[in-house]
């Protein structure tokens, strides 16, 4: 499918609280503002029906997953049917008893579901405990097919590494899209803490760069306190933002606001910028294939 | 070889005219300067020799190339022996009749040849028709050892790639160096102009952050015009910079002048980066052998 040159993009930046009811309906609601404004494809944070519930390591958290298709998304579909766009969503995937992953999700303006992408890189860190919760992905980079484009989706933690944005760009997304939850440690330095932000938005904008698509990031905002009451929880810093082909940031949001974020992308602008920008031309793809090791603790043969 | 935690590394940012040896006493003394200010590696921008000959495509700019070991790397090798400093140069590489590279090269600080890289990446483009004049490289993407690290050296077009820097990141590359030539094109608008230098700088600053490496990158400046008069000529934007292992920008040179920056590198500083930043750990690399196809036109099956 060829996707039209114009595409509206919404982006919902939220907090959570501990109310799914409350959180699914703070985000419908941002839905349809981004909806009024003309989106025809709206973007949700990670895991945003609820807290991030993975800064401590508690089995009692599993309850919170569901299945997929399930209530979440069988609300967010008759959501996007009855506005007429497309919905990525962020959940919980519960696909068995022990087995559980971070998966995002696609619905379709007919509220059908258009697809689902697991989160194929996990992260570990204190106060983001992820290795414990979610199995990692198993259906690989695969572009989800959509009225409005083939969209890259990925989540989270996937947005640091290029051979995730570059696997998505090789099977033809038309756009790289992560959800995503992302915080400061408070007691970092300010410093470090702006050295980080600048980082996120940088990798991510790097993607674009390399691969001649725009991103859309969506991150959640809030102070969110560690459920155990020691530390000193995770303070999300918002930024959500909006790439062009070049990397140049098109639109974002502050650090500490819920906002909704409107932004037009030109899909036709990747051919252009890619004619100046030829870098899938070049690829040495003969010398590539050492990118699935771990380590290339020996020297090189070819 | 472990590295010292401290590093001092030299930038010399120059411009170049037609005479060959002018350009080198030019480079000498950048040089010279950086090693007074405690540099003990320094390193000079792509084909510092001459003028950027790739403007057109012309069998007489043939006559530029020399033999690697040759006259610039006596010199350059007599200059790091009596300066006891590590130096990279680039250089246009004549291998056999009619089979020539783009090269960087590595001195070490006795003057011996510590090694080579043959630029992997090739672009042309209206203005670098590079694809006339240089063989893809076939040495790989091996850091060369020396007594102050192991240099990942790659070159300009190399910066796009994501899976360069990753890579020299896997073979154990204390840091990425990039020699370019890298300029506008006068008749762009200010707006492009101004996101292609943001993009040339997001792009290198995240294989900093990707990899949790510095990345040191070191351009000309000037304004060359086209050898047959023909066209706006190319105007190099300098810019040399050095980011650290967040990608954030320890230091940049400007735009127009000739400069030498010298930047103290702490290379421990990677090991504390990649504990909060494990990226090499969670790589996905049972999934990652589609990188070395030049597209994705078939369902992915794994």
Chains 1, 2 share one sequence.
Request: aromatic share 8%; charged share 20%; glycine share 8%.
């Amino acid at each position: 499918m060829i996707p039209s040159s114009s595409l509206s993009v919404g982006l919902v930046q939220q907090s959570c609280c501990e109310d799914r009811s409350s959180n699914l309906a703070a985000s419908a609601c941002g839905i349809r503002s981004a909806a009024l404004q003309g989106a025809r494809l709206v973007i949700l944070q990670e895991l945003h029906t609820g807290p991030y519930f993975c800064q401590t390591e508690d089995c009692d958290q599993f309850d919170r997953a569901e299945a997929i298709p399930g209530p979440t998304t069988d609300e967010l579909g008759a959501l996007a049917a009855e506005l007429g766009i497309v919905i990525v969503a962020s959940l919980f995937e519960r696909r068995a008893p022990g087995l559980y992953h971070n998966t995002a999700v696609v619905l379709e303006k007919d509220g059908s579901l258009a697809g689902r992408y697991r989160k194929m890189h996990i992260p570990d860190d204190p106060g983001y405990y992820e290795k414990f919760y979610f199995t990692p992905g198993d259906l690989g980079f695969q572009p989800i097919a959509t009225s409005v484009g083939k969209l890259g989706v990925l989540v989270c933690w996937d947005q640091w590494y290029p051979e995730a944005a570059r696997l998505m760009t090789l099977a033809g997304a038309d756009l790289l899209i992560y959800p995503t939850a992302i915080g400061w440690d408070p007691s970092d330095s300010d410093a470090e803490q702006q050295r980080q932000l600048a980082a996120w938005q940088t990798i991510q904008r790097s993607h674009a760069i390399a691969n001649g698509i725009p991103v859309v990031s969506v991150n959640r905002v809030g102070h969110e306190p560690a459920p155990d009451g020691r530390g000193p929880g995770a303070l999300f810093w918002g930024h959500s933002f909006v790439a062009g082909c070049q990397g140049e940031i098109l639109a974002q949001a502050g650090a500490a606001e819920e906002e909704v974020l409107v932004v037009d992308l030109d899909l036709q602008r990747s051919e252009q910028v890619r004619r100046i920008w030829p870098f899938l031309r070049d690829r040495r793809i003969d010398f590539y294939g050492e990118l699935t090791r771990r380590f290339r603790d020996q020297p090189f043969s070819h």
